[in-house]
T-cell receptor
Framework: EADIYQTPRYLVIGTGKKITLECSQT?????MYWYQQDPGMELHLIHY???????EKGDLSSESTVSRIRTEHFPLTLESARPSHTSQYLC???????????????FGPGTRLTVL | AQSVTQLGSHVSVSEGALVLLRCNYS??????LFWYVQYPNQGLQLLLK??????LVKGINGFEAEFKKSETSFHLTKPSAHMSDAAEYFC????????????FGQGTTLQVKP
């Protein structure tokens, strides 16, 4: 069982608020990812990190930002939430070494964000 | 460039019937392929993965998938559906190079009728 955690699980917040979605993993994985997923839809990669102090934008443009100060922690921040940010946000991690294991991603339970 | 296509956004089967979820991929390099399952309000859970060691891959919960290079397919099957199998299923292919990134299909919703 993968040990990757996300908090909060559900968040309802008003427009203009600053929010941080937390993601932590205890597996020592170097690679971490953030996906955005609308209900019943595919996953879109919005951020990823190969290690401490390494962050890059994903395929889908996002107004959110991320940081990676510690290996186990990969928080996502929205400076000013808007209704268009309403979605589910999934965090994942994978190992650095090994082509197959390095591509097996383990997911957290997700944060469902609603911006009013 | 790699891509994944899941045929059928919704599949409905009766309890006890065969489950077949279709996935076709496109890859210029030998692919690594994955099936994930997502239950409502949950993250994705790995069902199985193709590592090139064997073309028939067995996963959790009685699921298996067969890699067919000639058909560029990686269909997911289960001989007998259970009500608890109702969920969203995603096929994914790893991107070339050891980037760790995956390309996901659009997902297939499996409905199991009593």
């Amino acid at each position: 069982e993968a040990d990757i955690y996300q908090t909060p699980r559900y968040l309802v917040i008003g427009t203009g608020k600053k929010i941080t979605l937390e993601c932590s993993q205890t597996m020592g994985h170097d690679k971490m990812y953030w996906y955005q997923q609308d209900p019943g839809m595919e996953l879109h990669l919005i951020h990823y990190s190969y290690g401490v102090n390494s962050t890059e934008k994903g395929d889908l443009s996002s107004e959110s930002t991320v940081s990676r100060i510690r290996t186990e922690h990969f928080p996502l921040t929205l400076e000013s939430a808007r209704p268009s940010h309403t979605s589910q946000y999934l965090c994942a991690s994978s190992e650095m070494g090994g082509e197959v294991d390095g591509n097996t991603q383990y997911f957290g339970p997700g944060t469902r964000l609603t911006v009013l | 460039a790699q891509s994944v296509t899941q045929l059928g956004s919704h599949v409905s089967v009766s309890e006890g019937a065969l489950v077949l979820l279709r996935c076709n991929y496109s890859s210029s390099v030998p692919p690594y392929l994955f099936w994930y399952v997502q239950y409502p309000n949950q993250g994705l859970q790995l069902l199985l993965k193709y590592t090139s060691a064997a073309t028939l891959v067995k996963g959790i919960n009685g699921f298996e998938a067969e890699f067919k290079k000639s058909e560029t397919s990686f269909h997911l099957t289960k001989p007998s559906a259970h009500m608890s199998d109702a969920a969203e299923y995603f096929c994914a292919v790893s991107r070339s190079g050891n980037t760790g990134k995956l390309i996901f299909g659009q997902g297939t919703t499996l409905q199991v009728k009593p």
